[in-house]
Every structure is written in structure tokens, then in C-alpha cells.
């Protein structure tokens, strides 16, 4: 336990991803099985102890510290957790010894909302304060330090010398403390033997269209839909949904879980119902609908009825047992044309083919797409197999140009990690009216990205000699410089000032130029709305 | 004959000693001021005559011109010094007492005493050991009147030998490296460096320019630190594999730029809360503090047991509720502008 105490108090405090990535890596190299794999477990978030909850253990503190004591540390430290570690009363004498991961995690499936208040004391008596930080972090889950999955799976392929995909590919389909995976990873034994259970596929992915162009003989062009990416995976009845990066979503979609009828692997877009996408019938609402259901681990009735969600199918993997990822895209597709007749239509459709008669065509068809959402085409090889990654060649993605907007720089902030010492996070903001007649600037969007070295050195000049106020790690700049935004598009949104919120905002060229009030009015902005 | 301890009076900005026509640690320029130590919540320029140790005095000699002459060669503030342990006599039949404190170099708690009462004002204090300063002596007294900078009960400061483990076991593991450790420039700064040298750190410590000066006279007083070298002086490369003492303010700065891929270490009590580290981007907390902890305060409390305990500037509320729990009297002074955020 000590040594997953150590790391997850130096993840905290690590802002770097590469040395986030060592360190898990060097710890999973480093100890035994079976901590290292309850380790990963609790890292991404799997385990659940259902008898302790944070109530728990705020009922064992007030048993034994003062409960006015314990209010002003609460809410000075911010985190239940946390304060629990530093008032936990230390024992006169820490008898036995220092309890394993896995002790630690046999002991806490053991208890039950009885036997909680009496057994977990016991435990945090064995340990320090950061033991009993990583103990009660573990039990209550909800680590929040900041590693997905993904970043897990990178660590192990790292630690191992193995490849990140087949890691993937095994991850999900196993369960912790994971002994097959470290079996074939550590310890260079055979694969682990997953055909059994729901596991994820890695994603076959495309490449950006720059300024080449296809022939439509030999690649089939579909809507590329905005919604997420998912694999909707059932293995002898069980069904899954993962993300893009893997991630087990099924718990927040569980309308998605008893509605595929056969053993199957199918990639699509998910959707929550609406108007905006594709038409009236059977349509999908906006990205920002289906923003309001992602990242809930349980899900209303009321939810399930407003927000319904269905998958958007674009390929099949796998279907009835046959593994078909071999053949190529347009038997793939036929199979798929032909399972959608078994597939109910309240769940599931299918992305469909844009037919033109030739590339200037469908640019044209293309670009009288802006008004449905979507957010551009994908052209697939007619002969591709389905392989995971990007493989150049076989499908691209052909987005929509940006949209742009000239915006004027308000306010900067450090970034982090190797950037804290730079103003790197930018606040820009349009016109609320005509800047000759007294309009002010409304912020309308945050960016980050865009801007080489060089670029950012001079930006952080610029906000450092331009600085009219400070509030913590923001400053205000005097307004002086324009920035031309690039965005994907943009929505209405409750939440901003401005009543809007734009998606991947990036700076796309610096405006050293130009005048501040030739900036765009923010009713400009308003008329790219599509919700 | 007045009301018990009417003769020494809070104020926001300070204590005053009624018959003497004095302040202790007060928040603006007077005539006479009797000061703690050389931090800048407790000690400023402009007063008319300023009574402290001659340490003390040093140092507000440096920081504020305290003692040192004008241009025209007048001395517009007076120093007088007060040794450990002196007992001067104010006027209106006060006596004052200087006892050291454990802060930071020079550091004093005054005893003050008159009508047959006592009152003892801590200034900041510890009860840790520190090589760079003369040990705390408890003082019985009537009235004790405390700080409480980390007057909450998840305060416990670690031993300093754990700390300065973390700190060298950091810098062996990253030789192409520098850590780079944030410490306020009076007291911390010199204590860390003091420290690294006990625990058998001999290579050259590397300064922000803003240390220089202050590790120089601490020095001068007796606490050696060792071969101190000043980044501006060196390149990159020179840095590598070594510990440099700045501000806590340049942690984040651009001048951190200059330094060869430091890991960001911050020595503070703060530091014991994961989030005040995250807050300021720091990647190695060491929680190393100049202020006595919870255990500190309340077991000082206990062992000077006086009649009744004033809290003068922290997390006072906490400490008032323990006193009430163990039937003590106590009360809030609130001080303003007595706040060490970078303690
Ligand atoms: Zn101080
Ligand atoms: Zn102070």
C-alpha cells in the first residue's frame, strides 16, 4: 500500500503526461502481482465498494474529532478525503504490518454497511497519512488525479514493451486484478484468451483529405456524423459500448444494452434523438443534447425519455461469430445493409453512401451539408479491410473548412506543465454592437492552441507589458490585439455570458495587424448557430 | 487602580502598551515600537525608535533602513537593541522582556510586565529545532497572547529530516536536472539551506538574486551555509543536478526560464494540503514550516497555561473552539494585514 500511496501522491502533484507515464509504468514494473493489477483498477476509476461510501467515512470522523474542528478543516482542505487522512487520529503504536493493495481490497469487498464502521478503523490504523489518503481514495472511488484509461494503457504498453493496441484490445474483456494480462505482458506468456467475453476493438481511423482528391470508382464516400465514435460490442448475449479511447460507456447509455439481437461487433456514431441532424424523421439533435448525457454514471428516467440515444452505423467487425475485418469495406457493407433489416430501427440506422457523379459533385454536395451539423464526409477505400489505426490511404476525413472570426484578446492565463510560466490560455471576445458607438467586448471563447514558440513568446510579451489587472493566475490585457478563430461551430449555451459556445476554438492566424474595432460583432457569430 | 490588563490594549493594527506610549508589531509607522522580528506583517520602516534584538535590527536595518543614516547623515529612526534575555524598563513602570521565539533569526517573544501582571506576545514562533535560530523557552504568564497562522488541527508538520530526504532523494534521481525550491527569502530560505548542509549536502547551492543579500547576514550572524553561488552568474549546464533557493514568487516566473529543466519544489506548512500545492503548480511539496503546528500551538497553550489566551492572526476560530473545549478562556484580536502566504 505504501508504494501506491507514494504514487498516487506524486500523479497528483505531476502535471507532465510523459512522467505521469513513467511513473505508472515504473510502478507497474516494480510490484508483485496481484497489487499492481487492483493498482490499475483503482487508477481507472473500475473498482466499487458499494459499503463505503463518502458518508461513511464522515461518520467515523465524527466519532472522533469535534465536529466544529472538522467543518473549518473541510472546507479549508476542500476534499472529504483528504481531511479524513490528516485528522485520522494516529494509534499509539502501528501494530502489523502495513496491509497490501490487494489485502487492502479483499478486506473492503468483505464489508457490508454494518460491518463498515467497525472494520474499516482497523485499516486506517495500520497506515500514514498518505496510506489512508490513497485507502479512502480507493474505497470511495473517484481517484480524480487525472488518468483515463487510456493513459493507464499506454503506461502498461510502456512498462512492457508491448503494443498499445493490443493492450486494448484485452483490457476490457478482462477483469482486475488482471493476472492474464500481466501474465502475457510481464511475463512474456500467450495472449490471454479473450474470444468469450466483450472486449474493444481498436477503432480503424482516418487521415485528414488535404489537397488531394480521390476517384469516387475507387473510394465510397458517408457523412461523417458529430456525435461520438462508438463500438457497440455482444459477446454470448452480453452487450458492451465502448468510446473512442476504449472506455466502458455502457452504464450511461443502458438503453443501447438489451436492444442488439444477435453476438456482433458494430462501429457508428452515437446520437441522442432530435431534429438538427438529418431531417425531422428519425433525426439527431445537436452535439450539445447529447453533451448533457456523457459522463453520467447513472441515468434518469426522464433523461432516457428526452434524450434517447441510437447508434449511427457506419462498418461491422464482427457479425454472428464471423470475423470479417479482413474483407474489404464493401462486403463489410453490404453485410451491414443487410443486418439492418434485423435491427430495430428505434435504436439503430445506418450512416448511407452520398452518391455523386464525381468529385466536383460531391464537393458541391459537400458544402450544402454546412446547414445539417454534420461535420464533413469520410471517403473509404471501396477494398479496405478493417484495420485498427490510420493507415494512410485507405480512409480520409474530409471536414468542413472552419469557421472564422476575428476576436480580440481579454484576458490571458499560465498554462501548465511546461508552459506555466508562459500566458498561453487565451480569452477573446466580439463586439456586442458598433465599436465606434460604444459597444463593449463580450468574451466569447478560450484557445490554446494555434500559435507556434516563437509566437507564444511574443503573445506573453504582449500580455505582460499590456496587463491592466490581476485575479490569480489571470491577467487582463489592455484591448490591443485581434485574433483570427478558427472553430468547428458553434452553440447556444446557458452558461456564457455571451449566450454561446464555440467548439475547438484555436487560434488560426494572429492579427498583429489589425485594429481592434474591425473585430467581429457578436451578431455574426450568433448567425453560425446551429443547434 | 484600573481593570485588570487595561494597560495593554488591541488594536486592528497592533497592541498597545497603554502607560508606555508604545506598540508591539504595530501595522504603521509610531514613535516607539517594540517588534518581534523582521517579517514584513510584523516589522516596518518609519518608526521613531525601534526596540528589538540586534539581529532583528539587522535585519530591519536591511530590509526597511531602520538605524541607518539619510543622505544628510541623520538617523531619522533609532535602533535599540535588546539582547535574549534583557529586561528594559518603558515608561509608566512597563518592564519588557525579550525571549527567543524559534521563527527565524532574532526572533522574540516579549514578555511584558507591569502591576504584578504578565503578558507574553509570541510574535510568530516554533517549537521545532532550527539551526538557524535561538531555541523557543516557554514563559509562564496571566495573558498569553498567540499566533495561529496554522491553527487547524490538519496542520502537523512532518519532521524536517523526512523533508530534506525528499528533497535530496529528488535531485539524485534527476542528476541531469535542478530543483528548484521555493522559500521565503527571510527564515526559510536559510534554514532549508542550513539543513541541506546537515543532512551532508555539500555542493554549491545556487541563489535568486533576491536571496543573496539576507543569506549573507545570516552568515555574518554565525549560521554557516556553505558555498552559495548566484544563477545569474551561471549558465544551464553549470545548474544541472543542483538545488536552487528562489522566492516563491519566481517559481512560475520567467525567471525560472533560465534554470536547466527544474522540478518545481515549494518549502512551506501550506504544503500539507495537496490542493494549496496543485494551486501553484508544485511538483514536490516539502512541508517545512517557520510556524509552530496545531500540536505546537496547543501544547504551548497547555504548558504556559495562563489565565486566558488572545489569538492574534491566522486560523484563529479553531483555536478558539479548542480553547473553549478545554474550558480556556480566549479571544480573537484579528490583526490585519497579518497573513504568510508564502510562509
Ligand atoms: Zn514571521
Ligand atoms: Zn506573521
Redesign the interface.
Known amino acids: 500500500m505504501e508504494e501506491f500511496a507514494a504514487l498516487l501522491d506524486t500523479l ?4 507532465s503526461r510523459n512522467r505521469k507515464l513513467a511513473m505508472i509504468a515504473e510502478y507497474l514494473r516494480e510490484t508483485p502481482d496481484p497489487d499492481r493489477g487492483w493498482a490499475l483498477a483503482a487508477l481507472t476509476g473500475e473498482l466499487d465498494f458499494p459499503a463505503v461510501k463518502s458518508s461513511t467515512i464522515r461518520n467515523l470522523m465524527k466519532d472522533r ?2 465536529p ?2 472538522w467543518t ?2 473541510r472546507d ?4 472529504t478525503a ?2 479524513a487522512s ?2 485520522w487520529p494516529e494509534p499509539e503504536a502501528r501494530d502489523g504490518e502495513v496491509p497490501s493493495v490487494a489485502q487492502v481490497v479483499d478486506q473492503l469487498s468483505a464489508l457490508n454497511r454494518n460491518t463498515a464502521p467497525k472494520e474499516l478503523p482497523k485499516v486506517l490504523d495500520r497506515l500514514d497519512a498518505n496510506g489512508r489518503f490513497a485507502l479512502i481514495k480507493l474505497a470511495t472511488g473517484g481517484m480524480r488525479i487525472g488518468i483515463s484509461a487510456r493513459l493507464a494503457k499506454t503506461a502498461f504498453a510502456q512498462a512492457f514493451d508491448v503494443s498499445v493496441e493490443e493492450v486494448e484490445e484485452y483490457w476490457h474483456a478482462l477483469e482486475a486484478p488482471y493476472p492474464e494480462l500481466f501474465a502475457w505482458g510481464a511475463d512474456g506468456g500467450d495472449p490471454p484468451d479473450v474470444s468469450n467475453r466483450p472486449r474493444f476493438r481498436p477503432f480503424m481511423l482516418a487521415h485528414p483529405l488535404e489537397d488531394t482528391e480521390v476517384d469516387l470508382g475507387e473510394y465510397a464516400a458517408e457523412w461523417k456524423w458529430d456525435g461520438i465514435r462508438v463500438q457497440l460490442v455482444r459477446v454470448a448475449g452480453e452487450t458492451r459500448l465502448y468510446s473512442r479511447s476504449g472506455d466502458d460507456i455502457s452504464a450511461t447509455f443502458p438503453e443501447l444494452l438489451d436492444v442488439l439481437p444477435m453476438d456482433a461487433v458494430l462501429d457508428g456514431e452515437l446520437l441522442v434523438r432530435g431534429a438538427s441532424q438529418g431531417g425531422e424523421e428519425g433525426g439527431a439533435a445537436s452535439f450539445n443534447a447529447l453533451q448533457q448525457r456523457l459522463g453520467r454514471k447513472t441515468v434518469s428516467k426522464k433523461i432516457l425519455k428526452e434524450a434517447p440515444a441510437f447508434v449511427r452505423l457506419y462498418d461491422a467487425l464482427l457479425i454472428e461469430g464471423d470475423d470479417i475485418r479482413e474483407q474489404p469495406w464493401s462486403k463489410r457493407r453490404a453485410a451491414l445493409e443487410a443486418l439492418m433489416a434485423k435491427l430495430p430501427d428505434s435504436h439503430f440506422d445506418i450512416s448511407a453512401v452520398v452518391e455523386a457523379d464525381d468529385f466536383k459533385h460531391l464537393a458541391e454536395i459537400r458544402e450544402g451539408a454546412r446547414e445539417d451539423a454534420i461535420e464533413g464526409l469520410m471517403l473509404k477505400r471501396r477494398d479496405s479491410p478493417y484495420i485498427a489505426g490510420r493507415k494512410v490511404g485507405l480512409w480520409y476525413k474530409w471536414k468542413h473548412d472552419p469557421l472564422l472570426i476575428d476576436a480580440v484578446l481579454m484576458y490571458a492565463q ?1 498554462g ?1 506543465g511546461k508552459r ?2 508562459f500566458y498561453s490560455d487565451y480569452t477573446f471576445g466580439c463586439w456586442d454592437g458598433d465599436p465606434d458607438g460604444g459597444a463593449e467586448l463580450l468574451p466569447v471563447g478560450k484557445a490554446y492552441s494555434g500559435f507556434t514558440d516563437a509566437e507564444l513568446k511574443k503573445l ?1 510579451r504582449l500580455v ?1 507589458q499590456t496587463t491592466l489587472n490581476r485575479f490569480g493566475p489571470v491577467r487582463e490585457v489592455e484591448r490591443t490585439l485581434v485574433f483570427e478563430v478558427a472553430f468547428d461551430s458553434v452553440h447556444t449555451s446557458k452558461r456564457h455570458k455571451s449566450g454561446l459556445a464555440m467548439r475547438f476554438p484555436r487560434i488560426h492566424r494572429i492579427r498583429w495587424d489589425k485594429p481592434v474595432h474591425e473585430a467581429d460583432r457578436i451578431e455574426s457569430l450568433r448567425a453560425l448557430i446551429r443547434d | 487602580m484600573s481593570a485588570p490588563f487595561s494597560w495593554i490594549r488591541p488594536e486592528p493594527w497592533g497592541v498597545q502598551i497603554v502607560p508606555a506610549d508604545c506598540w508591539i508589531d504595530p501595522g504603521k509607522a509610531v514613535d516607539r515600537a517594540l517588534v518581534t522580528h523582521g517579517h514584513a506583517d510584523h516589522a516596518r520602516g518609519g518608526h521613531g525608535e525601534t526596540y528589538a534584538t540586534p539581529e532583528t535590527l539587522a535585519i530591519m536595518a536591511l530590509r526597511y533602513r531602520t538605524g541607518v543614516a539619510d543622505e544628510s547623515g541623520e538617523i531619522p529612526t533609532k535602533a535599540i537593541p535588546v539582547e535574549y534575555g534583557q529586561t528594559i524598563r518603558l515608561p509608566g513602570e512597563v518592564d519588557a522582556t525579550y525571549i527567543p521565539a524559534g521563527h527565524v533569526l532574532g526572533s522574540a517573544q516579549i514578555l511584558l510586565e507591569h502591576a504584578g501582571e504578565r503578558v507574553v506576545i509570541t510574535g510568530d514562533y516554533k517549537r521545532r529545532a532550527d539551526p538557524t535560530c535561538a531555541p523557543f523557552q516557554v514563559v509562564p504568564c496571566d495573558i498569553f497572547i498567540t499566533e495561529a497562522t496554522f491553527g487547524l488541527p490538519v496542520f502537523t508538520h512532518p519532521p524536517i529530516e523526512e523533508e530534506m530526504a525528499k528533497l535530496t532523494k529528488a535531485l539524485a534521481d534527476n542528476p541531469d536536472k535542478s530543483v528548484l525550491v521555493g522559500a521565503y527569502a527571510l527564515g526559510k530560505a536559510q534554514r532549508v539551506i542550513a539543513e541541506l548542509r546537515a543532512a551532508g549536502h555539500s555542493e554549491p547551492i545556487y541563489l535568486h538574486g533576491a536571496m543573496e543579500k539576507m543569506c549573507r547576514l545570516y552568515e555574518e550572524h554565525g549560521v554557516p551555509l556553505g558555498e552559495l553561488r548566484l544563477v545569474s552568474d551561471h549558465g544551464k549546464d553549470d545548474m544541472r543536478g543542483s538545488i536552487i533557493v528562489a522566492p516563491p514568487s519566481a517559481l512560475n516566473d520567467r525567471w525560472s526560464r533560465r534554470l536547466p529543466e527544474p522540478i518545481t519544489a515549494m518549502a512551506s506548512g501550506w504544503m500539507r494540503v495537496r490542493g494549496r500545492a496543485r494551486q501553484r503548480g508544485v511538483e514536490l511539496p516539502l512541508v517545512i514550516s517557520d510556524h509552530a503546528d496545531w500540536c505546537e500551538l496547543t501544547q504551548t497553550i497547555d504548558e504556559v497555561d495562563p489565565q486566558e489566551v488572545w489569538v492574534t492572526h491566522g486560523r484563529e476560530e479553531a483555536l478558539l473552539r479548542w480553547c473553549e473545549l478545554g474550558q480556556r478562556k480566549a479571544r480573537a484580536l484579528a490583526l490585519v494585514g497579518r497573513e504568510d502566504e508564502d510562509e
Open positions: 497528483v502533484y505531476t502535471t474529532v469535534d466544529v474542528l473549518l478543516s479549508f482542505v476542500g476534499d483528504e481531511t490528516l485528522l499560465r501548465s506555466s510560466s506573453d505582460r
